[in-house]
């Protein structure tokens, strides 16, 4: 997604029709805005803000109405659930867990005790 031309070009689109719309100059916008686009009525109160985007794509940008084809992996990647997302986060940082308090103790394993108790590095006898 980050590297989808379509997807930036077709969201610089979206930036200079609001900033058309309401007279401005803003550099950005909220994600929130885009749900709006389907709601909000364009300048004739009549079409969509998303009819009039679709339009204006289609005069001079045609190639930016594939933009579905760049976000193929965004499909897939909804389909994951947060609850299992955060399941296999608590698994891996347990697991990892255990590996440092393996490694600790194989440490202390080949230190003296008169090496341990200095926290040195030992070699086993």
């Known amino acids: 997604i980050k590297l989808s031309h379509r997807l930036r070009k077709t969201l610089k689109i979206i930036l200079r029709i609001g900033n058309t719309m309401n007279e401005g100059e803003a550099t950005a916008f909220s994600l929130d805005t885009l749900t709006k686009l389907s709601s ?3 300048f004739d109160n009549r079409t969509t803000v998303l009819d009039y985007l679709v339009m204006v794509v289609k005069r001079s940008e045609e190639d930016l109405l ?4 760049d976000l193929k992996s ?10 299992t997302l955060t399941a296999e986060l608590q698994t891996q940082t347990k697991g990892i867990d255990c590996v440092e308090i393996f490694v600790e103790e194989a440490e202390n394993r080949f230190l003296t005790p008169r090496q341990a108790a200095e926290g040195k590095e030992g070699s086993p006898e």
């Open 66 to 69: 594939d933009l579905a084809d």
């Open 74 to 83: 965004v499909q897939a990647a909804s389909r994951v659930l947060m609850d």
């Open 40 to 42: 909000s009525k364009a």
